[in-house]
């Protein structure tokens, strides 16, 4: 029996691997439940954990196993050293410390969970079949990719509002209906659910270009038509950074013709799935999603970004980061009564690591995200002559430009709250094991 790729009778990895993912994914926030978006999202990330560790610890029970080679266990000492710093800060520099702040070092926490949760899952010791993990997880990414839009589609049925309601941040009472139609899926907030989307959207991409497989163009105008639908813009300019780079990878790894390839494709499916989804949203008695689209682009290019107070206020933020840590190395820590009477809601990653943790706080996510795009980059190249490992390849290259887009386009709060963390060091630690299985195979031994 074959599911999304899984053979039921060969291994069991790829089941738990689907099912840590599909928990992560699609477990709702349940905004109306609670009463209140914070409480909502802590208690959907300690449910996700718990019932994580709680699988991990049924399924290893009297046989918890971790073995993974060094830059993985490297990884996960920065994450700790990381911990370990933000206690430091917190006890020593913050400007008012409360309980709260305390959960701004369980974050870390959690993340290294997530990061190391794959390695001490698919350990096997017979992992020959490295290339159906990438199929059988690229397979549950779609599938999941395709449940998100399908269940955003209830914002143009009345009859779903109250289900909508639990689902999304933005209620269907909202002041500003357009923020209620946004597609956001269960992931809460649209551009959560954009930035879940940039990994399987660049994945297909690669598989046409590379493989010449027409279903997966159309699978990609599926998510591309739900990206836009989010009217994401911080995640739909980081899912261009991010095709800029898979183009990029594609150059160093690949060759010439198949970057521009890429570069052909993505733009034509822009065209194309913005049209669809205009049509779409005028259907539904609004003003088209390609009119605030264009609109925005107008007022960009005449004042630039005073034309939005929203993006105008996150790259300010930048500035204000950077001038905290040339002020104070160090951050003032957590202290998220201060940030809120003095500032206001911390948006942007950069000033979240800058004017919380310092320039050496900010020193570890570059750090981690240069290691991680390094390893997975230059295996890529090792591996991408051999037909062998195509899906592992795509897969590699996919997550390094997810990384490289998220860091280079850090000006959304998406990668430090909610969910989407959780995914994101997942699928990264699914990765780097991947790279460390073929480390360990012939091919990879005799390249080197």
Aim: glycine share 6%; aromatic share 18%.
């Amino acid at each position: 029996m074959r599911f999304l790729g899984y053979d039921k009778k060969k291994k069991q990895y790829h089941n738990r691997l689907g099912i840590i993912l599909s928990l992560i994914v699609l477990f709702p926030n349940f905004y109306n439940l609670y009463g209140n978006s914070y409480l909502s999202h802590r208690a959907t990330t300690f449910f996700v954990t718990f019932a994580c560790l709680f699988m991990l610890l049924y399924w290893n029970r009297g046989n918890l196993r971790f073995k993974s080679s060094g830059y993985v266990l490297v990884i996960a000492g920065i994450m700790f050293l990381e911990i370990i710093y933000r206690l430091v800060i917190i006890l020593l520099f913050s400007k008012t410390l409360s309980l709260v702040d305390v959960l701004d070092v369980f974050r870390v926490v959690v993340y290294l969970f997530f990061f190391i949760l794959p390695v001490v899952i698919i350990y096997e010791k017979d992992m020959s079949e490295v290339e159906e993990v990438a199929i059988f997880i690229r397979n549950v990414l779609v599938a999941l990719s395709i449940i998100e839009i399908v269940v955003s589609l209830g914002v143009f049925f009345p009859t779903f509002y109250p289900v909508m309601n639990l689902l999304k941040g933005r209620q269907s009472t909202d002041r500003v209906f357009f923020q209620f139609l946004r597609f956001s899926g269960t992931l809460g907030y649209p551009a959560d659910l954009g930035f879940f989307l940039i990994f399987p959207l660049n994945i297909l991409l690669l598989e046409f270009v590379l493989k010449s497989r027409r279903s997966s163009i159309m699978l990609y105008t599926i998510l591309l038509f739900g990206e836009i639908m989010t009217a994401s813009r911080a995640s739909i300019a980081a899912l261009g950074i991010s095709h800029l780079f898979s183009a990029l990878f594609c150059l160093l790894c690949i060759s010439k013709n198949r970057a521009k390839l890429f570069i052909k494709f993505s733009l034509f499916s822009l065209i194309i799935t913005l049209t669809i989804s205009s049509l779409l949203w005028g259907l539904r008695g609004t003003s088209s999603i390609g009119e605030y689209y264009i609109e925005y682009v107008l007022k960009f290019v005449e004042k630039g970004f005073y034309s939005d107070e929203s993006s105008y206020y996150r790259l300010n933020e930048i500035v204000e980061g950077w001038q905290i840590s040339k002020s104070t190395l160090f951050g003032y820590g957590a202290s998220k009564e201060y940030f809120s009477t003095y500032h206001g809601p911390v948006e942007s990653l950069y000033y979240y690591y800058l004017a919380k943790w310092g320039i050496f706080g900010f020193g570890f996510i570059i750090f981690f995200a240069g290691i991680v795009i390094t390893k997975l980059v230059k295996t890529a190249k090792i591996i991408s002559t051999s037909k062998k490992y195509q899906s592992v390849l795509i897969f590699l290259l996919s997550n390094a430009s997810v990384v490289a887009s998220v860091f280079v386009f850090g000006v959304g709060s998406t990668f430090f709250r909610n969910k989407t963390p959780l995914y994101f060091y997942y699928i990264i630690g699914v990765s780097l094991f991947l790279v460390s299985v073929i480390k360990e195979q012939t091919f990879y031994s005799n390249k080197k």
